[in-house]
């Protein structure tokens, strides 16, 4: 993915009142220049996540640290498109991830997405023509909570019954 320029963001309790951001493989990073001018990329730190209320719902926010080298200091990024994303072509989503790959939770995180699209996948197929069986939040909550009770009570017994078939265990 080649490097987005974001723009220059405020800096909260550094030594330097901004920052100028460039988006490189989905992460915030500062772009320096050493003495031969060639870049040099310093990747931001993820600090946390903010869900922040506002009129239609709720926004994202990433808090990042910014390093000492920088002058320091946190920055917070939105994570969805402003005003000025629109009116300027850039698509912030395609070019800032919440949780990029150079996060320490992104491996954690992102090998479980596998799984869970695989079991989205199975309940979408038990259903008819892949509509809800029922009406309501409430309803379809209960739907889902009884089908995934229903997938480990299968799961835990097929496991007793693979286990039954070995025989006993053997002593040391």
């Known amino acids: 993915m080649p490097?987005?320029?974001l723009g220059i963001v405020p800096v909260s309790g550094g030594n330097k009142a901004s920052v100028d951001i460039h988006l490189v493989n989905g992460s915030p990073c500062v772009r320096t220049f050493n003495v031969e001018g060639e870049p040099v990329v310093t990747p931001l730190t993820r600090v946390q996540t903010q869900r922040r209320r506002n009129l239609n719902g709720y926004r994202l926010y990433n808090l990042y640290e910014v390093p000492a080298l920088h002058g320091g200091g946190t920055v917070r990024l939105r994570l969805d498109q402003t005003a000025e994303d629109e009116k300027s072509g850039f698509n912030r989503e395609e070019h800032l991830r919440a949780i990029p790959p150079n996060d320490p939770d992104h491996d954690g995180l992102y090998s479980r997405r596998n799984d869970t699209e695989s079991g989205n996948r199975l309940l979408d197929d038990s259903m008819l023509r892949e509509r809800a069986h029922t009406v309501g939040r409430g309803r379809q909550l209960l739907d889902v909570l009884s089908w995934a009770a229903v997938r480990n009570a299968s799961a835990a017994a097929q496991?007793?019954?693979?286990?039954?078939?070995?025989g006993p265990p053997l002593a040391a």
């Open 3 to 5: 490097d987005r320029h």
């Open 159 to 166: 496991h007793c019954r693979d286990c039954a078939d070995l």
